[in-house]
């Protein structure tokens, strides 16, 4: 499992950043059978922290991202 946590907190009126944080999960399982056959598991989340302008106005929103994967690798031969 990977964790990851970021965060943005500028000082006001020294920089033109804007204050931000974003975190990312992810998990990857792997099963290997023999040296030829594996069978991935994976699944990610995200979810950021931001300022939007909306008709002049800021806004805050969130937006999210998740994927959940599966993938079976196998060796062919003739």
Do not use: H
């Not at 990857?28 to 991935?40: D, G």
């Not at 989340?45 to 909306?54: M, T």
């Amino acid at each position: 499992m990977i964790a990851d946590f970021e965060s943005v907190d500028p000082v006001a009126g020294r920089t033109s950043l804007d204050d931000e944080e974003s975190v990312v999960a992810d998990v990857l399982l792997r099963y290997v059978w023999n040296p030829w056959q594996a069978l991935y598991v994976g699944y990610t989340s995200g979810s950021r922290d931001l300022r939007e302008l909306d008709g002049g106005a800021a806004v805050d929103s969130t937006e999210r991202g998740r994927q959940f994967f599966v993938k079976m690798s196998y060796l062919f031969q003739p």
